[in-house]
Structures are given as structure tokens and as C-alpha cells.
């Protein structure tokens, strides 16, 4: 798997396959503590390693382990890598639409104790890993691609659902009671990032009282609404900074900041450097490559 990576992503940051589902991962050094924002997405490491510290817990995701997260999450990472052994991924973003028709045509029994999770690492099985080799596969011919990499992408979603831990990610994806009531608010912030909002107006839309909401949100992502939402603002402008090119005033702006050395004084904060160190820091690592061009062609 590793070398059909390393083809398919010659280069540092992130590389866009050819199917929208699919990035591919690659770091040439090691990086210690970088905060990162996740999509609800499967990270299966083929080389090197990845850990990911939220709240008290660790997640390590490397070639024994795949990491599954739920909902839009921000995280502390550390990335194990080398130039001779660089740390080679893939990240697959879940179609909520495709995991809610499995579930619907699955219709596989909830243990009992299941708790919804956000986030889990657990083991990959030979088959799973098999379902990858043959998606990676797939995806170094513009023909396979287009033929067979949706329909193997649905059979990893299957194998993750039916997993070690796949009882708890199929109670997080089930749309039912407080979980679904906070993955719904995240998505609000998501969509809304930029405006003002209040704690008390989003408990409301997702039906919840501000107190149950600040603890139910607090269980499911380890920080506040309101340390969300800085989160999500900061993590936005850097990814506007980096691919973009956006100055720091416009940046801050585009984000919902009224006060571009509030936002300078809390980037740098959360970061640990200024928006412009950041931004030059992380070209590399948060670069967004296209589809390297195979053989065939695209209609």
C-alpha cells in the first residue's frame, strides 16, 4: 500500500485523488503537536505514524490501527516520519448519505452498551486492508477509477461499520438522541461559522437546554461551544492563509473577526506563532495537491 501511495502522492501535504472521497496523505519529517481540524473521515496509515491527543485520550493510527472520526473535530497531532521512511496515508471523507443507506440495508443489531464515539483508532483486519490495497489500486488507472473506486469505497465503508468497534461508530451515525443532537450543532457551526452566535440560540435549534447542551457538547468534541467556535474560526483562516493566500487582515475578516489584532493575539495563542509564521510553517505540510496525471484520461 505504502508504494502505491508514495506514487500516487509524490509530494509533502495533501494530494487530491481523482475520486472527490479520497486524499492522500504524505510527511517527509517528523511534526510535534499540531493542532488540526478533521472532517468526519476514516485515516488509514500505510507508513510511519500518527497520534492524536483529545482531552485525556490518545488515538494512534499507523499500520496496525485506522483512525474513524464522526464529527468535525479539532485535535492535537503528532506525525512519526522520516525522508527515508515518510509517513504515507489515505483519508477517506465520509458520505453520510452512503453510511445512512448501509445502515439502512444492513440493519445490523446495536449492542446494548454501545456509547456513540467521535473518535476511535481500532485494528485493521486483513480485510479491510485488502479493501484498501484494491481502492488504491484502483485509483492509479483513470478507467478503474471511474468504474470501481465508488463502489470499493462503499465496501470499506462496510467492512469500518462491521469493525471491532464498528457498534459504537454505527451508534454515532444512527441520527438519534443527544449525539445526533450535537453533531447536528456542529454542523450549524460549520455552515456559520462567520456570524455571530450565541450558546443559548444553538441549544435551542438542536432542541436542548444550555445546560444539557454545554455538557453534551463537552463530551462529544472535549472543549466548550464557545472553544469550538474559536477552533473552527482559526482553523478556517489558516487553511485560508496557507491555500489561498489570504493576508492575515483578510483572513480575519472572512472568518467573523471584527478585530484583526484580536484575532492576531489569538492565533498566535492557539498556534503558538503568528498568523504569518503559521502560515509560511505550514505551506508544506497543509498544501492542497491535484490528481497526479496516470496514464488515460478524465470525460
Given at each position: 500500500?505504502?508504494?502505491?501511495?508514495?506514487?500516487l502522492?509524490?509530494?509533502?501535504?495533501?494530494?487530491?485523488?481523482?475520486?472527490?472521497?479520497?486524499?492522500?496523505?504524505?510527511?517527509?519529517?517528523?511534526?510535534?503537536?499540531?493542532?488540526?481540524?478533521?472532517?468526519?473521515?476514516?485515516?488509514?496509515?500505510?507508513?510511519?505514524?500518527?497520534?492524536?491527543?483529545?482531552?485525556?485520550?490518545?488515538?494512534?493510527?499507523?499500520?496496525?490501527?485506522?483512525?474513524?472520526?464522526?464529527?468535525?473535530?479539532?485535535?492535537?497531532?503528532?506525525?512519526?516520519?522520516?525522508?527515508?521512511?515518510?509517513?504515507?496515508?489515505?483519508?477517506?471523507?465520509l458520505d453520510?448519505?452512503?453510511?445512512a443507506?448501509?445502515?439502512?440495508?444492513?440493519?445490523?443489531?446495536?449492542?446494548?452498551?454501545?456509547?456513540?464515539?467521535?473518535?476511535?483508532?481500532?485494528?485493521?483486519?486483513?480485510?479491510?486492508?485488502?479493501?484498501?490495497?484494491?481502492?488504491?489500486?484502483?485509483l492509479?488507472?483513470?478507467?478503474?477509477?471511474?468504474?470501481?473506486?465508488?463502489?470499493?469505497?462503499?465496501?470499506?465503508?462496510?467492512?469500518?461499520?462491521?469493525?471491532?468497534?464498528?457498534?459504537?461508530?454505527?451508534?454515532?451515525?444512527?441520527?438519534?438522541?443527544?449525539?445526533?443532537?450535537?453533531?447536528?450543532?456542529?454542523?450549524?457551526?460549520?455552515?456559520?461559522?462567520?456570524?455571530?452566535?450565541?450558546?443559548?440560540?444553538?441549544?435551542?435549534?438542536?432542541?436542548?437546554?444550555?445546560?444539557?447542551?454545554?455538557?453534551?457538547?463537552?463530551?462529544?468534541?472535549?472543549?466548550?461551544?464557545?472553544?469550538?467556535?474559536?477552533?473552527?474560526?482559526?482553523?478556517?483562516?489558516?487553511?485560508?492563509?496557507?491555500?489561498?493566500?489570504?493576508?492575515?487582515?483578510?483572513?480575519?475578516?472572512?472568518?467573523?473577526?471584527?478585530?484583526?489584532?484580536?484575532?492576531?493575539?489569538?492565533?498566535?495563542?492557539f498556534?503558538?506563532?503568528?498568523?504569518?509564521?503559521?502560515?509560511?510553517?505550514?505551506?508544506?505540510?497543509?498544501?492542497?495537491?491535484?490528481?497526479c496525471?496516470?496514464?488515460?484520461?478524465?470525460?
Amino acid at each position: 500500500m505504502a508504494a502505491l501511495i508514495n506514487r500516487l502522492a509524490p509530494g509533502n501535504g495533501y494530494t487530491q485523488s481523482a475520486l472527490e472521497e479520497v486524499r492522500l496523505l504524505r510527511s517527509d519529517v517528523p511534526l510535534e503537536s499540531t493542532p488540526v481540524l478533521y472532517e468526519p473521515s476514516i485515516v488509514i496509515v500505510c507508513q510511519g505514524r500518527k497520534r492524536g491527543f483529545l482531552g485525556n485520550s490518545v488515538y494512534i493510527y499507523d499500520a496496525q490501527q485506522f483512525l474513524v472520526v464522526a464529527v468535525p473535530l479539532p485535535f492535537i497531532s503528532q506525525t512519526e516520519a522520516s525522508k527515508e521512511e515518510p509517513m504515507l496515508a489515505v483519508a477517506l471523507r465520509l458520505d453520510l448519505q452512503v453510511l445512512a443507506d448501509l445502515l439502512v440495508t444492513l440493519q445490523l443489531p446495536f449492542a446494548a452498551d454501545a456509547e456513540p464515539v467521535s473518535m476511535l483508532s481500532t485494528p485493521l483486519d486483513e480485510r479491510l486492508g485488502d479493501s484498501v490495497l484494491r481502492l488504491l489500486e484502483a485509483l492509479q488507472s483513470p478507467q478503474e477509477t471511474q468504474v470501481l473506486a465508488p463502489g470499493l469505497l462503499r465496501e470499506i465503508y462496510y467492512r469500518v461499520l462491521v469493525s471491532e468497534q464498528g457498534a459504537a461508530l454505527r451508534a454515532a451515525l444512527t441520527n438519534q438522541g443527544y449525539f445526533a443532537q450535537i453533531a447536528r450543532a456542529l454542523q450549524i457551526m460549520q455552515t456559520r461559522y462567520r456570524q455571530h452566535m450565541e450558546v443559548a440560540d444553538l441549544a435551542r435549534e438542536v432542541g436542548m437546554s444550555s445546560a444539557n447542551f454545554h455538557a453534551r457538547f463537552k463530551a462529544v468534541t472535549q472543549s466548550s461551544p464557545m472553544q469550538y467556535l474559536k477552533s473552527l474560526r482559526l482553523h478556517q483562516a489558516r487553511l485560508l492563509m496557507v491555500r489561498q493566500g489570504f493576508s492575515a487582515a483578510a483572513a480575519s475578516a472572512e472568518t467573523g473577526y471584527e478585530s484583526p489584532s484580536q484575532f492576531s493575539r489569538e492565533f498566535k495563542r492557539f498556534f503558538g506563532r503568528s498568523p504569518q509564521q503559521e502560515a509560511q510553517y505550514m505551506q508544506e505540510i497543509l498544501r492542497l495537491e491535484p490528481a497526479c496525471s496516470l496514464a488515460g484520461s478524465y470525460q
